[in-house]
């Protein structure tokens, strides 16, 4: 018995590698179908964009084999290299540390984030026809401990990526951020990862404006807002509360000569000006008007690594939380295992004792009734005693989370390999 | 019984202002529950002790009763605005005027020729009140710059990550502006009336900048709610006239030297 997990992560792969690994929902059934058929009990697949993870339980020595094939598969030659090259694999206790430091976000490109709590349920809710007893339970733990190192340590707290620091910056000048107006500059990814993450915050994305009016049209309508070509979004600054400007234009669009009459009419209204774009799209005199805070893509990536740094701070307390929770479950598994085992293996000698004793008492047939008994209740007495010690023994391991080294040690020794329907 | 409640409010108070302060130095921040439940237990205990101050004689009850208003207002901050910030300084504040009060000594050196009347006990509560209210406004507005200097230097330390946002410090600032001032009108004309009807003397000059510092604080209002005034400027109208008003009280009591009477 055993929980194995095979991966890969941004850390032993680019981004490159990464995005072909990752599966849709849709595709996550079939390809543990897959891996399951070359023999392991139960697999959760957990694929987002910064990893790809079967976690499996009790796979066949086969198994890995099947995962890099699968991988490779979907690299389809595109780098020349085999997705084992980019893998890693954990085993036992190191598999359930790996998701649990996972589901904590110990493990994420941006520490502590909280996403990934979310992606590791919805890996598990794809994955539960097939997941298994012992997956099912490792999930369930792991989304608690995610829960517990979030709420007893500081790793989530802080804003630590750029987009977050956006919604952190604006914060702080909004009482707050629900109901707030919104103009969006240009129309590119940025500037729409930026935008939900106000959107989810409650602000109103009232305008979007770009120099290709088509482009703001199509975001405008995702967003529920107007669209307008660039040149007209200038008058708008004296009645929106956030511009996030994210244009790819090659010098600075938003210049104090185009925004400061709007801005004068603001009445000291604070104004909020998030410059995603690089090359910066606003120029940084704007800053000197009053009540406009104005920050551009390197002000909040040192939002986000200030966070980060204070995220790095409760690590050590995290870790402590994952090693304290492995050891939890390690004990459940352990005697898990341990019952059905030890189960076996008195079996195994309650069936040896009793043919010795057939074959002895056949031997001596002058014996009177009670003395057989004598004999029987002799043997009894002597298997119990040879037995005890190693069944107690075997408990404690378990529960200290040690069984499952004992346990091999033991199927070993009286054979009781494939027996015990493992 | 007033030392004994003095002493454990000063002790809650010091308690309370670890608990602001701790964050600052890189600490975890105390839970809601402790941040709100210190001061109220502080606030209890100093209430009990006040109220058996009555007639308020001397300098020290008065600090005694501001120290509670400040405290009363600290507590309100967190409820309503969620500001614990404004603790950085009604915190020491609250925690130093009630010690000095203790030092000063509570029982008034110089016991008066008649007791006071209710009104004039009325005069001083509310005048006190609305002095405490003028505090609240100086400190939102303190705040409100740190914050704002800040937030234009792209510094994103401790201040900006524990005060609270400008907008809700901007609320906190006018809102005890507005409550404080008529406050504190309302105690200057009980202040008369207990004058004209000969409860306690008051000397010109103590009428005349009493009067001037009224209508400096007039006009702190005014550019907020008539001009319209927010933000930074009206930040610094509110700084500018309670320091008026220190300034003021502070060249009073050099020329008016001792311990006997708050004014």
Redesign the interface.
Request: aromatic letters at 16%.
């Given at each position: 018995m055993s929980i194995t997990v095979l991966g890969v992560n941004h850390r032993t792969a680019p981004l490159e590698v990464r995005e072909r690994f990752a599966h849709a929902v849709g595709e996550v059934p079939q390809s543990l179908e897959r891996v399951l058929a070359a023999g392991a009990r139960g697999g959760v697949l957990l694929s987002t964009c910064n990893r790809t993870e079967f976690y499996l339980a009790e796979p066949d020595d086969a198994v890995p084999e099947a995962v890099w094939a699968l991988l490779s598969e979907r690299l389809g030659g595109a780098v020349g290299r085999s997705a084992s090259e980019y893998g890693y694999i954990r085993r036992d206790r190191d598999a359930v540390r790996h998701l649990y430091r996972v589901s904590a976000g110990l493990d994420s490109m941006i520490l502590g984030e909280p996403q990934i709590q979310g992606q590791v349920r919805e890996a598990w809710d794809v994955s539960k026809p097939v997941a298994g007893p012992v997956l099912h339970r490792l999930f369930q733990s792991a989304l608690l401990v995610g829960a517990r190192v979030r709420s007893e340590t500081?790793i989530a707290t802080?804003a630590a990526s750029a987009p977050s620091a956006a919604v952190a910056?604006a914060?702080?000048?909004?009482?707050q951020l629900a109901g707030r107006s919104a103009l969006i500059l240009g129309a590119g990814d940025i500037a729409e990862l930026a935008a939900t993450c106000l959107v989810a915050e409650g602000v109103r994305v009232t305008l979007v404006a770009n120099r290709t009016y088509e482009r703001a049209k199509a975001i405008a309508e995702e967003l529920g807002a107007r669209a307008l070509p660039l040149d007209e979004a200038w008058d708008h600054f004296s009645d929106c509360d956030i511009v996030l400007s994210s244009t790819a234009a090659p010098h600075a669009v938003v210049t104090w000569d185009r925004v400061a009459p709007a801005i004068g009419r603001r009445?000291?209204?604070?104004l909020c000006i998030l410059d995603l774009a690089v090359p910066r799209d606003v120029e940084p005199a704007v800053?000197q008007l009053?009540?406009v805070?104005l920050?551009d893509l390197d002000?909040l990536q040192?939002?986000a690594a200030?966070a980060a740094a204070e995220r790095r701070n409760d690590i050590p307390a995290a870790e402590r939380i994952v090693t304290e929770e492995v050891e939890r479950f390690w004990g459940w598994y352990g005697g898990l295992v341990v019952v059905p085992v030890l189960r076996e293996f008195r079996e195994r000698m309650e069936a040896v004792r009793a043919a010795e004793l057939e074959r002895t008492l056949r031997r001596l047939p002058h014996l009177s009734p009670e003395d057989r008994d004598q004999i029987e209740y002799f043997s009894q007495a002597l298997l119990n005693k040879f037995l005890h010690q190693p069944t107690v023994a075997l408990k404690e391991a378990a529960r200290a989370g040690r069984g499952y080294g004992l346990l091999d040690a033991l199927k070993r020794l009286f054979g009781l390999e494939r027996r015990d329907g493992t | 019984m007033v030392l004994t409640t003095h002493f454990v409010a000063l002790g809650l108070y010091a308690l309370a202002t670890v608990l602001v302060l701790a964050p600052f130095a890189g600490l975890?921040p105390a839970p809601r529950g402790l941040l709100l439940g210190v001061p109220i237990a502080g606030i209890a205990a100093h209430a009990l002790g006040v109220m058996r101050l009555t007639p308020f004689m001397g300098v020290a009850p008065t600090l005694s009763m501001l120290a509670l208003f400040l405290a009363l207002f600290q507590v309100a901050s967190e409820a309503a605005f969620r500001a614990s910030a404004v603790g950085v300084f009604t915190g020491p504040l609250a925690t130093g005027l009630i010690g000095l009060a203790l030092l000063i000594g509570l029982v008034p050196e110089a016991r008066p020729v008649a007791g006071r009347s209710p009104w004039s006990i009325l005069h001083i509560t509310i005048s006190i009140l609305g002095l405490a209210m003028l505090a609240l406004a100086f400190i939102a507005a303190a705040l409100y710059l740190l914050?704002f200097r800040e937030?234009?230097a792209?510094r994103?330390?401790q201040v900006?990550?524990l005060?609270p946002?400008?907008?809700?410090l901007d609320?906190l600032n006018h809102l005890s502006l507005v409550v404080g001032f008529p406050t504190v009108t309302l105690g200057v004309l009980l202040g008369f009336g207990v004058r004209y009807a000969g409860g306690v003397s008051v000397n010109a000059a103590q009428v005349v900048w009493g009067m001037l510092m009224w209508l400096v604080l007039g006009w702190a209002v005014g550019v907020r709610v008539v001009r319209?005034?927010?933000?930074?400027?009206a930040a610094f109208a509110s700084i500018a006239s309670f320091a008026a008003v220190l300034l003021v009280y502070l060249a009073l009591k050099l020329t008016t030297p001792g311990t006997q009477r708050f004014l």
């Open positions: 500081g802080g910056v914060g702080k000048i909004f009482t009445g000291g209204r604070p800053a009053e009540n805070f920050y002000d040192a939002v200030h | 975890r914050q937030l234009k792209k994103f330390g900006f990550r005060f946002p400008l907008e809700r609320q319209h005034w927010a933000g930074r400027r």
